[in-house]
């Protein structure tokens, strides 16, 4: 466990460096609301969202990339648009047989590619990125830093696995839960995809931006840096009932492991599993800076 929160935590600070370099472009975009100031799960100008990944190794971006792009639109509280492609590919046939299984991440989220770029250069590894367009549906985007001592964590949705049609099922569902809850006006000050860094390096990193820690009371994984595709929330404490209510109704899984603390330290099974001098500087060594909005 030590060695997987060790890795989990790691995953936070990998690209501090790059997002230093680029600090100052945020001033220079009108009504940038999020940007790289925030790194949050998305760049939110006025109220489009987008946001891109990759690139993938072409098995990951088959089965998943379109996805997974879109899960970080939907996750700040917005309805993917549309989205755009690039894939690097040995042969035309091989771009052929990728761009059916993107098609159907495509028509099963309902949201369609409608460009990019693909490309055949010798000597490079076969890959693809994605970029996607949304608008905000929420009354205000809903950051990943805005977790208060007294909130619950609760992960919303299941692990991201399997062939196209049993993901795309997965995160339609999700997406359904977490659409109802801006809908009827569940108070949600933080929300984050569990990507890299899995459940735990992304409660982390959101615990860091909000200068907050955590008692940890249940495991809802036990792979704890693993990839896992679900959404991370932070709501006040009298919200959580309502969203289980809610995820129900959508057969969604739904589970309450946490409680912000604003001592800031991660404590798990009576244990301090990240220190208040640890939290402390990833706090210094992490860029941000909190959103105007």
């Given at each position: ?144 830093s805005g977790a208060s001592a007294g909130d619950r964590i609760l992960m919303l949705g299941q692990v991201v696995e399997g062939e ?130």
């Amino acid at each position: 466990m030590k060695r997987d929160i060790e890795r989990a935590i790691a995953h936070i600070g990998e690209t501090n460096s790059i997002r230093k370099t680029f600090w100052n472009m945020d001033e220079k975009v009108k009504d940038l609301l999020y940007g790289i100031k925030q790194g949050d799960d998305a760049v939110v100008v006025g109220d489009m969202v987008v946001n891109m990944e990759g690139p993938y190794p072409l098995k990951t971006a088959r089965k998943t990339g379109l996805i997974h792009t879109c899960s970080d639109i939907v996750v700040m509280g917005a309805k993917p648009l549309f989205a755009l492609n690039a894939i690097q590919v040995d042969s035309l046939e091989e771009a052929e047989e990728i761009a059916k299984d993107l098609k159907k991440q495509s028509d099963g989220l309902g949201v369609p590619i409608i460009g990019g770029n693909t490309q055949m250069e010798s000597g490079l590894k076969p890959c693809a990125s994605f970029a996607v367009v949304g608008r905000m549906v929420a009354e205000k985007p809903i950051p990943d830093s805005g977790a208060s001592a007294g909130d619950r964590i609760l992960m919303l949705g299941q692990v991201v696995e399997g062939e196209i049609g049993q993901r795309l099922q997965r995160v339609k569902v999700r997406y359904a839960s977490f659409f109802d809850l801006i809908e009827e006006g569940i108070e949600i000050n933080a929300a984050k995809d569990a990507s890299r860094g899995g459940w735990f390096g992304n409660l982390t990193e959101m615990l860091v931006k909000a200068k907050k820690g955590a008692k940890i009371t249940g495991i809802p994984y036990p792979r704890i840096s693993r990839y896992m595709g679900v959404f991370l929330l932070s709501v006040p404490k009298k919200e959580a009932p309502k969203i289980i209510r809610i995820a129900s109704q959508h057969n969604c899984p739904v589970v309450e492991f946490a409680a912000v603390t604003k001592k800031m330290e991660i404590e798990m099974g009576g244990e301090t599993v990240v220190s208040r001098d640890k939290m402390l500087e990833l706090v210094k060594n992490t860029p941000y800076r909190k959103a105007r909005c």
